[in-house]
């Protein structure tokens, strides 16, 4: 019972966090302390019980997310949410068998990279489904060949409105230079510079992918089956 629980509490708080970021990309600071408060009887009844090697291992998986958390979040890589994120499933989670699945912070990074490897094909299906339909995307906008295919894998082609009233879920992906628009990939999460819009009804934006919640599915992924690469690079079994 005690397992359990000690499962499903950091497992509901960190899927309100998911939700919430999903839903608004912002994240009560709050929400972190309630994270380690909850799960702090838990975790210290099992360190406890862990073996050296494991005990070891924990603690180097909350050295990890904190300083890898720390850094991405100071060279603008991710947001503040995103790093107590980290950091705090750093203190909750516990070791698992396998080679990745060892070091749960790192476990539950990859899986969360994982999953959010997944959003190019969404992006890239949504932008060749407006070509199929003869939306002409690319009109009056100037890039190369090449730049208009990454386009298509990382940006979304929204109408103006739903990029003002949603700036959280967007950076502006489009720059007016010389009198003509022209495509800016943006990497990172740091203010965004207020730029002149295009004189047009849609504009390119770059979403801003929700990896709080996309940390919250790789910490599930964790608890219940450890890190997928530890699965995926498994030897096939010999016959």
Known sequence: MLDTIGT??????????AYSDFRTREVDDAV??????????????KLIELEKGALVAYALSAYLAFAAGFALSAFGAWGWADF??????????LPREGALSLIPSLSTLINALLMSSAYPVLLFAENVSRLAKGERVFEGVEASAPLRALALFTLRYVPVQEYLKRKSFY??????????????????????????LPPADRVWVSPHV??????ALGYALHVTVGCLLDHLLAPLPLR
């Open 32 to 45: 972190w302390v309630v994270l380690c408060a909850a799960s702090a009887p838990f975790i210290a009844s």
């Open 8 to 17: 499903l509490v950091p497992l509901a708080v960190l899927g309100y966090a």
């Open 171 to 196: 950076s502006l992906a489009e720059r007016i230079e010389g009198g003509k628009r022209r495509l800016v990939f943006k990497v990172g999460v740091g203010d965004e510079t207020p730029a002149a």
């Open 84 to 93: 107590l994120a980290l950091a705090c499933i750093g203190l909750v989670a």
């Open 210 to 215: 929700p990896f709080v919640t996309m940390l």
